[in-house]
């Protein structure tokens, strides 16, 4: 059974950095993809960034393209989240996802498992 835990959230400020992690344990299969999203109060769960571990592409959504990266380790068992210049519209719960299969989606329900979410807050 894949876990996936999350960490790294916490109360930033307009234009702060922050990097997120995505520890992963039990995973059986080899090809597949990392995906963050993030879900803000009363809104859906949407994409946010994405990281296929054959080959290394990624893929973000415009709204952060440019201010976030993700990234792993060499082992390919931790996946990093990192947000510069953050906005107050970048205020949520930060998941993280694992997909059996090669191709980065944008679409939460094409994600097989997901960690519990760590979230980002903002004083304004």
């Known amino acids: 059974q894949v876990q996936l835990v999350e960490s790294g959230g916490g109360l930033v400020q307009a234009g702060d950095s922050l990097r997120l992690s995505c520890a992963a344990s039990?995973?059986?299969?080899?090809?597949?993809?990392e995906g963050w999203f993030r879900q803000a109060s009363g809104k859906e769960r949407e994409f946010v960034a994405g990281?296929?571990?054959?080959?290394?592409?990624?893929y973000y959504a415009d709204s952060v393209k440019g201010r976030f990266s993700i990234i792993t380790d060499n082992a390919k068992t931790t996946v990093y989240l990192r947000m510069n210049s953050l906005k107050p519209g970048d205020k949520a719960v930060y998941y993280c996802?694992?997909?059996?299969?090669?191709?980065?989606?944008?679409?939460?329900?094409?994600?097989?498992?997901w960690g519990k979410g760590t979230q980002v807050t903002g004083s304004s």
């Open positions: 990281i296929s571990w054959s080959g290394g592409s990624t």
């Open positions: 996802a694992d997909r059996a299969d090669s191709l980065i989606a944008t679409n939460r329900f094409q994600y097989d498992y």
């Open positions: 039990g995973r059986t299969f080899r090809s597949l993809t």
